[in-house]
């Protein structure tokens, strides 16, 4: 699957849920999938555990995460839309 915006990208949901489980009982198996890919996780409203296991699958599937907690490690971002982005003063 090359993109996921709506459950029916998933395709057969079975077929998802047997791979889900095999990932689980198996989760170093996939390391290939991620290898030499960095990934952004971006949070506007991170939870401990949230960002902790999202990291993990990450580090799981092989690739080097890079995590982002908008309003702590950045200013905050603009959501609405028009509004634009300005740097706060200091």
Known sequence: MKTFFHVSDI???GA????????????????HLGENRTIMLVF?????RTRLS?????LNLGMSPI???????????ETEMGVVC???SP
């Open 67 to 77: 995590v982002l907690n908008i309003g702590q490690d950045s200013w905050k971002l």
């Open 54 to 58: 999202s990291q993990k699958a990450a």
């Open 16 to 31: 998802a849920l047997e791979e889900a489980k095999q990932v689980k009982a198996t989760p170093f198996a996939w390391k």
């Open 44 to 48: 506007f409203n991170s939870s401990l």
């Open 11 to 13: 395709g057969d949901l």
């Open 86 to 88: 300005a740097k706060p």
